[in-house]
Each structure stands twice: as C-alpha cells, then as structure tokens.
C-alpha cells in the first residue's frame, strides 16, 4: 500500500492502554511514588498527559499546576482550570513571576533586546521567529527579532548571536522555574512529575534542558503531534483545546510554534518525518503530503539539523569513568 | 581566494575545533551536516565574516551555498567584494 496519511494513524485506545499500564509500573514500582504532578497550559500535550495521569492513577493522586507569569497568555490559565475541573483533579495556580523577577529574567531579555532595538521598552512585546517558510526557501536557520510597540508597529532584525544567546538564555528561566515549582509539589507529595513534551519537541530539541525537559516520566515523547490529537479527541479533551494552535507562551508577542522553531506545519512535518524514518521515497512523501520532492527534502535536511544537534539537550550528564 | 579560505579555515578550527589542526575539515565539505557547526554557529560565522572581511550578510543570503563549506564561503566573499 502507497505511504499516505494514514501510516500516522495510531489506534487510541490501544496505546491508551499501553500508556496507562506502563505509567503505573515506572511511577508505582520503578520509582515507589504515590501519584504525579503536572504542568498544564491549556495546551493539547498537557491535557493528553493529564487525562492518561487520571487513567492511570485516578483523580486523587494527580495535581495539576497553572505556572503563568507575566508574559503568558491568560487564556492558558483559564483553559487548565476548565480542564482540572472536567478531570477532577485538585488544581493550583502558582504564578512564577517573583521568582523571575529575582533571577532577573526580564531585565537581562530586555537589556539584550535594546542592544538591538533602542527604542524597546517594557511596554513593546517581543519575539524571536525563523525565518519564512522552509517549504518556500532552504534558509538556514538564523533568528529574527520582533517587537511590536503599543500602537501595533512591527519591526524585525535579524539578531546579533550574542543577544540571541542572552534573550534565550535569560527566557530559559522561565522553563527551569517551572521545572523547580513541579518538583517542590512533587516532592512534598511523594509524587512523581509528568513531562508534557510530544516526540516533534523532544527528538529536535524544542524544549529546556533541565527545564520542561526535566521530568521523571514522558508518555507521550516518543508521538508526534499529529497522533497526539489523535489521543486528544479520543480521551475527551475539550474541542476548544483541540483547536488551538500550538504556542510558545513564552514571549511577550504571540508566537506560534511554526514561526520560532518548527517552520512548517506539524502536519506536513510529521509525515515527512515518518516518511524519513521508514526509508520512503522522496516523491511518493511529497504525493502523500502534498508537496513538491524537493520541498520534502528541505524539510528532512531540517530534521536531520535539528536531530543532531537535540543530542546536547537529550544527553545525560557525561562520566568519564569508563 | 586561497588566502580566504584560509582564513576561513583558522578561524573555523579555532572556534568551532579547539584548534585541533588534526581534524578533517575539507574544503568542500558541509559545516552543517558535519557536525562542526549549528544553527548559533551559523549566527557566529556570520558575525565573523562581517567583521573580518568587511561585508554585510543580508537576510536572503543566509543560505547553505554561500555558508556551508569552505569553498562555498570563499566564493560568496569573492562575490560580495565585487559589488
């Protein structure tokens, strides 16, 4: 049978199934905790893992955190909330923007960003986008600063390395703040803390080494986020969720996950990736998704980039004792 | 254009290879799908060719036939001086 579309397709309730049961025995009998911890963002990934978390431990041994900070998008919080509701599970909202304020994250993104545009100040919002789309143009992946001033006027530069390095570095924390509130929950409880990243983030790199990446257990890093819907509308996640585009929530301009790192659609980017991974000719991926040969080898040498270079962020502490 | 490239090359083994001069790194070959640099290295070398030789990268040039190997990045240089 022609490779198509449907080679994505996974069945729901078997991996459900699959997922629920080897959730139990790493959380359970691997790590002897007493339920998990969770971060959810009115996000399609986090509700997925929350909805397997309450499948696999019951809603009394799950707790779901709301991390917002300033820059996040209200809507996040209001949509976890709703969802905490739907799935019975207690609920707290703990906003981290003291503690950012104290690591100073938003006076070392903003001194970078004014090294590039004077004239920002905090009533701008920024963000950092790639450039166009890769199925246009094979553009190396160099990073572009937005910011929009408060009458709506955009303008963008590409962005020196070191204020790319320092704007990211110093966002970063935002992540890493996070990652150390979800294990204060944890560890008061006994629990363990559920990371929320799907297998398009955690293979090319899209996440905060020891940030979001810092987790005990991942049941859905190795699905791409096409077959992560698929789950969604199977465990009952709410339409308005399902319909949401996927965010970076972390700058202060909204910025979709395509324009900062993925740059084609995870539709398009799935099925090339799957087509990759089995060895599937160049046209007969390009005729299931749509697309020229030539665009589908744009976006698998991307891929490849990003593979490699998601090694730094993936690797465990190295010992040097063999 | 051999004294480009050479350039090119000491900066490149110095920065992105600890100095190793041992290490292959042929004129031809991808700086990208080498290994030897990523998407900030790009950003690096970019800033490097600006300074050194004088030129301005433009946004629609940032491309792998003017930046990923040596070859390709001395050619561009050669371009850009002529304009």
């Not at chain 1, 509130?181 to 803390?193: D, F, K, P, Q, T």
């Not at chain 1, 910025?255 to 099925?271: A, C, I, K, N, Y």
């Not at chain 2, 290879?17 to 080498?34: C, K, P, R, V, Y």
Request: proline share 5%; net charge negative.
């Amino acid at each position: 049978m022609a490779f198509s579309r449907k080679d994505l397709e996974i069945d729901p309730a078997q991996v459900t199934d699959q997922l629920v049961a080897r959730m139990r025995k790493v959380i359970g009998q691997r790590f002897h905790k007493r339920g998990v911890v969770l971060g959810i963002s009115g996000g399609v990934d986090s509700s997925v893992c929350l909805a397997l978390s309450v499948r696999a431990f019951g809603p009394r041994h799950v707790v779901a955190l709301a991390l917002p900070e300033s820059d996040s998008d209200p809507e996040s919080a209001v949509l976890a909330r709703k969802l905490a509701r739907q799935f019975d599970v207690e609920f707290i909202v703990e906003d981290i923007t003291p503690a950012l304020a104290g690591f100073g994250t938003y006076r070392r993104r903003d001194e970078a960003i004014k090294r590039v545009f004077p004239e920002y100040d905090p009533t701008y919002k920024a963000k950092i986008v790639l450039p166009g789309n890769l199925m246009e143009k094979e553009t190396l992946n160099v990073f572009y600063l937005t910011i929009i001033s408060p009458e709506g006027e955009e303008k963008t530069k590409r962005l020196p390395l070191r204020e790319y390095l320092q704007i990211v570095a110093a966002s970063n924390f935002k992540q890493r703040s996070r990652m150390a509130m979800l294990y204060y929950h944890a560890e008061r409880l006994n629990y363990g803390v559920v990371g929320t990243g799907n297998k398009d983030e955690h293979e090319q790199g899209f996440f905060v080494k020891w940030g979001d990446g810092g987790a005990d257990i991942k049941p859905i890093a190795h699905l791409f986020k096409t077959q992560v819907y698929q789950l969604a509308e199977y465990l009952d996640i709410p339409e308005e969720i399902r319909s949401r585009p996927p965010t970076t929530d972390t700058y202060s301009a909204e910025s979709t996950q395509e324009e900062f790192f993925f740059r084609v659609p995870f539709e398009v980017g799935d099925l090339v990736w799957l087509g990759m991974e089995k060895n599937v000719p160049v046209e007969e991926i390009a005729a299931a998704a749509g697309i020229t040969p030539e665009q589908v080898e744009r976006i698998q040498k991307d891929i490849k980039r990003k593979l490699r270079f998601a090694e730094y962020l993936k690797a465990s502490p190295v010992h040097f004792d063999d | 254009m051999d004294e480009i490239k050479q350039k090119v090359r000491d900066y490149l083994v110095e920065n992105f290879l600890f100095g190793d001069t041992e290490a292959t790194l042929e004129d031809d070959q991808s700086l990208i799908d080498s290994g030897v640099i990523d998407s900030t290295g790009v950003l690096e070398l970019i800033t490097f060719l600006e300074t050194e030789f004088g030129i301005a990268v433009e946004d629609d040039e940032v491309l792998p036939e003017n930046l990923d190997s040596i070859n390709n990045i001395a050619a561009y240089i050669e371009r850009k001086k002529k304009e």
